[in-house]
């Protein structure tokens, strides 16, 4: 992209923009308006185009989103995990009491329960209202604004593109839906009446765990929006739709019930969930699209070579104790 203002100009190059990048290139402009060579020009100014707080996609029982609050939250949860990043003034009271909190809840328990709750909201007296048994409701208000004036309709503009990719790979909302009610019977948990897919442009992970992430990136190979990907998409779909069943799971309660207590044993617990609910994916995925050529599930089972054999022998006893000692002697980590 080129900006011209009489003999001044400035070229942006590179790949799609990052939030650290979006946060750069503010930066950058306030610098390019002080520089002496164009001191007396007025700055230019490109117009900001309206998005939405939220862009929500209802297709029956599956409903695909990118949201304004889900993505500042995620945003706020990865720079309260990593607190030597670097943050512009107007956001570093948020990341502040952010870390305040996530310091005293070490376990993505709170980062997904909370992630969730916004994703259901439209406005922002809902969306403090979901946060406010955290304690991160007034943390959240005061960087909205920063965010939704210089980050949001940047990050917008990918994750709804990535939307519509999704929307064109995925079957008919009425497949989805059967699915998504086989899923839950595979892991023993109670169906939901509706299944929410969030996308968004920020990393989404919790602590750096691939295995455990809070919404969909744009950037995950599963969006690609290739045809040939279209089982990718469907598994990857399924699999979020897993770890958000993880709270009426009786799989998950029965690995959990067998876990050491403390924050190692509840990480763990959801590591090993998480790998439940791939396969469960895996074998929605394959009745979805009628192929065995996924990589997506994959990938993440590839993590613990050892378990597919063990699902494949003992899926049928899955929510047992003795599945979830199995389970976790089986796991190499």
Known sequence: MTV????????????????????????????????????DEAPVRLPTRSVPRVARRDDGGLVLQASAFVELHVWLV???????????????SAKTRYAEVFADEPSDALARATTEALAACDDLPC?????????????????LPYFEKNIWPQAFAHADRALSRLRAALPDASIVTSLVTALAKALLADDAPVARLDV??????????????????????????????????????LFQVALA?????????????????????????????????AHAARIGARAGSSTTNESFTAGLLAREPELEAFFVARWPSRGTPDFARGLSQAATR
Do not use: N
Not at 78 to 92: I, Y
Not at 127 to 143: C, G, I, M, N
Not at 246 to 271: L, V
């Open 245 to 277: 069943m993880r709270s009426t799971s009786r799989i998950y309660q029965s690995i959990d019930a067998e876990a050491e207590h403390g924050h190692a044993g509840r990480r763990r617990t959801m590591r090993l969930y998480a790998l439940v609910a």
């Open 4 to 39: 011209r203002s009489g003999t001044c100009t400035t070229t942006t190059r590179g790949a799609r923009p990052r939030l650290v990048r979006v946060l750069f290139a503010v930066s950058l402009a306030f610098v390019l308006a002080a520089s002496p060579g164009c001191a």
């Open 200 to 237: 968004v442009h920020e990393s989404p992970l919790y602590e750096d765990d691939p295995l455990a992430p809070l919404a969909l990136e744009d950037t995950a190979p599963c969006l690609r929006g290739q045809k040939r990907d279209d089982p990718e998409a469907l598994a990857c779909s």
């Open 78 to 92: 990865f720079l309260a995990t990593h607190p030597r990043t670097h943050v512009p003034d107007a956001v570093a």
């Open 127 to 143: 969306a403090k209202k979901a946060l406010t048994t955290a304690r991160l409701d007034d943390a959240f208000e005061s960087a």
